[in-house]
Structure formats: C-alpha cells, structure tokens
C-alpha cells in the first residue's frame, strides 16, 4: 500500500489554515480524514471541499485539550473508517505578550493547546497505531522553537513538541509508528495575520520582508508544510523518525 492511500488520518486543527491544508492534501493523495476543530462549521466546510473533489472526510468538533473530547472523535473516527494510521497535531493558538505582562492563563492556554492535546491526542491514536503494527504521528512546532520575543510560552510548547517527538520516536518505534515535527517559519495563515495586525504591520508587509530577507526570496504557504507533512506520513517515510524539519525558506541559516 503505497503513500497514505486508503489510511486513516487525524489533523488536529484543521478547519484552516496549514491544518487545513494538510487534511487536504492529504484527502488528495487517497487517506481518509478526519477533520478536527473547536470550529465544527469550518470544519465541515473543508469536508464538503475534500468530498467535493472526490476525497473521503468527516468533520469532528473537538477541543484538543479535553481528552473526553479526543476519545469521542477518535472513536467516531475509526467507527467510521475503522482505525487511525496517521495523526497530525496541528492545532494551536497564540497568546503572545512580553514576559512581564505575560499572565498565568497567557501561558496555560498555549500549553493545553499545543502540549496537552498532542500528548492526549498521541497517548489515544496510539492504541490504534500499536494494534496495527503501523502508525505516523506529525507534530506542528515552529522556528519560535529556538526563542522568540513574546512568546514564552508558545517557543516553549514548540521546543516541548520536539522531546515529545524525540520520544514518541523511541517509544513507538518498535511498533512499526514514526513520529516525526516540522518546524514552519513565517506561513500565510489567519494566525500570522493576526500577529501582523498585534505588531502594527499587515500580512503584506510581512510577505515582502520574507521575500526580502530569506534565502528563497518569498513567504510561505499552507501548502509548503502540507508537503513536508504528506512526506512524514507516507509509508515510504518508514525510515526516518524523530527528526525535525524546519520548513521556513532558510530563516535559520547565516
Ligand atoms: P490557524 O490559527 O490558522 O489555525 C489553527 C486552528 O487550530 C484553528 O482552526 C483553530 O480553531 C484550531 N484550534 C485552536 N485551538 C484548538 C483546540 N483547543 N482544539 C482544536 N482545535 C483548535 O493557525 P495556522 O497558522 O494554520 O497554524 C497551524 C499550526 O502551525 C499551529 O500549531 C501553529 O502554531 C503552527 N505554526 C504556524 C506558523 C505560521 O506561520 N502560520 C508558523 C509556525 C508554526
């Protein structure tokens, strides 16, 4: 069974954005998906594009934090197409502010999200995976990974996801399960918009400094990651794990 065809994918946060372009890209490359969001509606709406072109889909409202609410969608997810393959843990927020206006709720809501829900949403798929002898967990982290200005708490759950990552590799291994993070730099989204809005420039600005400033001479899109994730989660990937990839133009480099 070559790629993902005919799998069974879980992406977290995917009613827009990167995670939405991944379950789509995903969809278009044969797995069925399941598409999870605390937006339901939006959700459904990248389900009727996915079955619109032909793709297999359903729509989970789900808070990634709350693992009642993970066991029920995984549930209905592989009830449906029975099993679960492949994870992607995408969900996320922002909750930039500086160190010292940063406050407790500031910080516990970017670990719940980003934290919390990948290891719930990792501790239940894998049961799945485990059982099947087969299994591709792909986790969302970011260049903010390596320190950021305002982002205590989201480069802390960033570079978190990489020792999960790191250790979902080892633990699962045996078991026939990869786990590998990407890394996105600067990516178009509704997120990075409002990050744009927040530091008084707008997301056009932000596009022509990246086309400026990084080595490829352009910003990036959902559909960028949405490759590096297809990779990871391709059976032909089986020999790569607990890497990270940073997909971010050449950001990182000097
Ligand atoms: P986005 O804000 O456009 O989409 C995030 C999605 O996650 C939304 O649909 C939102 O409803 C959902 N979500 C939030 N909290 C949730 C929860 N508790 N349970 C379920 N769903 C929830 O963001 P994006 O730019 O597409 O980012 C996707 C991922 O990529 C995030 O993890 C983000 O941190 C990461 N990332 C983005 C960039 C970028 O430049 N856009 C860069 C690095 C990393």
């Known amino acids: 069974m070559p790629g993902v065809q005919d799998r069974v994918a879980l992406v977290t946060g995917a009613a827009q954005g990167i995670g939405a372009a991944i379950a789509q890209r995903l969809a278009a490359d044969g797995a069925k998906v399941g598409v999870l969001d605390l937006q339901q509606e939006a959700a459904q709406a990248v389900v009727d594009e996915i079955t619109s072109a032909g793709g ?52 516990d809501t970017v670990m719940n999200v980003h934290l919390k829900g990948a290891f719930l949403c990792s501790n239940i798929a894998q049961k799945h995976m485990v059982d099947a002898k087969y299994g591709r967990i792909v986790s969302m982290s970011s260049t903010s990974a390596r320190g950021n200005r305002g982002q205590a708490n989201y480069s802390t759950a960033k570079a978190g996801l990489q020792g999960l990552t790191k250790t979902l ?31 008084g420039t707008t997301i056009e600005q932000m596009r022509e400094g990246a086309a400026k400033a990084l080595p490829v001479r352009r910003g990036g899109l959902p559909e960028d990651i949405a490759n590096a994730a297809r990779f990871f ?6 020999y790569v794990t607990g890497q990270v990839l940073y997909v971010d133009g050449g950001s990182g480099l000097h």
């Open 56 to 107: 297999s889909a359903i729509a989970l409202g789900a808070d990634v934090s709350q693992r009642e609410q993970v066991q029920a969608a995984v549930d209905t997810l592989a009830g449906e197409f029975g099993g679960l393959q492949i994870l992607v843990n995408n969900a996320g927020v922002l909750r930039d502010n500086l160190l010292f206006k940063m406050g407790d709720d500031d910080w």
């Open 169 to 199: 590799a080892i633990e699962l291994g045996p078991f026939g399960v990869t786990a590998n993070a990407i890394a996105p730099g600067f990516i178009e989204t509704a997120m990075t918009k409002a990050t744009a809005e927040r530091v």
């Open 233 to 238: 989660a391709g059976e032909e990937a089986g």
